[in-house]
């Protein structure tokens, strides 16, 4: 039941800092937003999140309407990455999800692991959108 209570909290994500935030304590996934700033760029705009996985913790498959950078602080993670194979990444490798594309991540050590996300995205639209 996990997935539909975090993909549950993913559909109230909306476009403003707040909004971003609502994501903030999912069952298993926890988020702190760092950074939320508009860019020089004519409507975008750039969020730095701290992901928190639990042992095990899933975050079902979503895209972003623009770039992320996935930076594993701690733990293993792995990426599903739309049409490619999945990569596991460990503490201090990072990982390019181009815009739009769909993916997941899962906790798949022992014990807790952490990634930093950085986003570049469009404004005014939600951060996150799941995709089936």
């Known amino acids: 039941m996990q997935p539909i209570r975090i993909a549950a909290a993913l559909l109230v994500l909306g476009s403003t800092f707040a909004s971003h935030s609502a994501l903030a304590q999912s ?60 990569v596991t990444l460990q503490a201090g490798e990072s990982l390019f999800i181009p815009a739009g594309v769909a993916h997941s991540a899962r906790n798949v050590g022992s014990g807790k692991a952490s990634e930093l996300a950085t986003y570049v995205v469009r404004k005014g639209e939600p951060l996150v959108q799941l995709v089936r």
Do not use: C, W
Not at 32 to 59: C, I, M, P, W
Not at 62 to 74: C, K, R
């Open 27 to 86: 069952d298993g996934v926890q988020r702190t937003d760092l950074v939320h700033k508009n860019l020089s760029a004519n409507g975008y705009e750039t969020l730095q999140v701290r992901v928190d996985f639990d042992e095990k913790a899933f975050a079902p498959n979503h895209a972003h309407p623009g770039e992320e950078i996935a930076h594993v602080l701690m733990g293993s993670l792995e990426y599903r990455l739309d049409g490619k194979p999945p």
